[in-house]
C-alpha cells in the first residue's frame, strides 16, 4: 500500500525561482469569530450570528488593490485551459489572500521558517495552494493528493512540490507519522460519514505526533434568496448523482476533539464571514461560487429540465436576490493537534 516516500525525508531541496515571500500573518479582527474546544459558545452549530444590515457594508478588510488586479488579470493562476481549473485558482486567492489573508491558520510559521518541514494537502485539486506555499517556503517538502485523475496530472515545476494520483478511499500510502502537516479544504470525494470514518483516520495516522491537521469548508449560503436556494438545492443533488459531494464544517470540531489521537485542548475553529454583494471583492467571490453552475451548464439544464434561456435568467435572478437580500457565506477552519 505504502509507496517509496524516501525523497519526503531526504529532501532539502532549494527553489532557485524563489519568488517574494507571502507570510503568513494574523488576519484582522474585525468580522471574525475565533473560539476553542473547550469553549461552549464555539460550537459550529451555534455560532450562526444575527447579522444586521450595516455589518455587510465594510465586513471584510483593506484588500490589497494590487492583490485584487493581480487576481482578475490571472497574474497568480497556473497554466491551465481547464476552465474549473482556473475557477480554482481564482478561489484559493480570493479566500486567501483577500478574506483569510493567510493559507493556514494554525501555528506552523516556526516549521516552515526552521525548514525541513512535511506538507501534505489532501484532495489538492489545481495545486495552486501547495505550489503557492512551496514557492514561499523552498526548504520544506510538499506534496498534493487527489482522486481526480485530471486534477492530479498537473506537473509541478517546483522541486520540493509534487502531486499523486490515488484512490483516497483506499487509505493514504504513507507510512503512520510521516507529514508534520496535513491540509484539507473545500472537499468533494465522500460524503460525511465516509469522510469520518475512513478519511479522517488516515489523515490522523500519516501525521506526526505534535503534527497539525487543518480542515476549511464553506456553510451553506445565508439570507439566499427563493430563486437561489432553489438552484443550490438541485445542484447539490445533481453533483450527489456524479459523485461529488459537500461537507458541513459543523462536523469538523466535533470529529476532531473526539478523536483520541489529537489533543483536544488544541482543537480550534475560526471563521470569516464574506458578503457576496458590495465591493469587487464581494462581487469576485459571488461570480466564483456561481462559476461553478455555468461550468457545466449544459449538464444542468438537462438535470432541471431547463433550456439556456431559463438558466441565464435564473442566475441573472440570484444576482439580483443577492444584493436584494445581503446574501453571505461563512468559511469556516478548524485545526488541531495529534497527541505527542
Known sequence: MFRDTQWISDSKVKNKKNKAKRRHTDPPSSDTSSTTSSDKASQLSNSDEILTINSFYDPLPPSDPKVLRNIEGGEYFLPSADKNIERLQMQHYLFSKCVWRSNYSSPLEENFELGGAKVLDVQCGSGIWMSDLATEYSNSTFVGIDDDAERARIEMELPNAAFLHHNLMEGLPFPDDTFDFVHQRFFTSVNEADWENYILPEIVRILKPGGWVELMEMQPLSNAGH??????????????????????????????????????????????????????????????????????????????????????????????????????????????????
Not at 453552475?293 to 438535470?303: A, D, H, R, S, T
Not at 433550456?307 to 444584493?323: L, Q
Request: charged letters at 25%; aromatic letters at 12%; hydrophobic letters at 30%.
Open 227 to 340: 430563486t437561489t436556494k432553489k438552484i443550490f438545492k438541485a445542484y447539490d443533488e445533481f453533483n450527489l448523482k456524479i459523485g461529488i459531494h459537500q461537507l458541513n464544517p459543523c462536523v469538523f470540531q466535533k470529529a476532531l476533539t473526539s478523536n483520541k489521537m489529537i489533543d483536544s485542548s488544541t482543537v480550534h475553529s475560526d471563521h470569516r464571514i464574506t458578503p457576496l454583494f458590495g465591493g469587487r471583492l464581494s462581487q469576485l467571490v459571488c461570480q466564483n461560487l456561481f462559476k461553478r453552475l455555468e461550468l457545466k451548464k449544459k449538464e444542468f439544464c438537462g438535470f432541471m429540465n431547463m433550456n439556456e434561456s431559463e438558466f441565464n435568467g435564473a442566475i441573472n435572478t440570484m444576482y439580483d436576490e443577492v444584493n436584494k437580500l445581503k446574501t453571505y457565506c461563512k468559511t469556516y477552519r478548524v485545526y488541531g493537534k495529534k497527541s505527542s
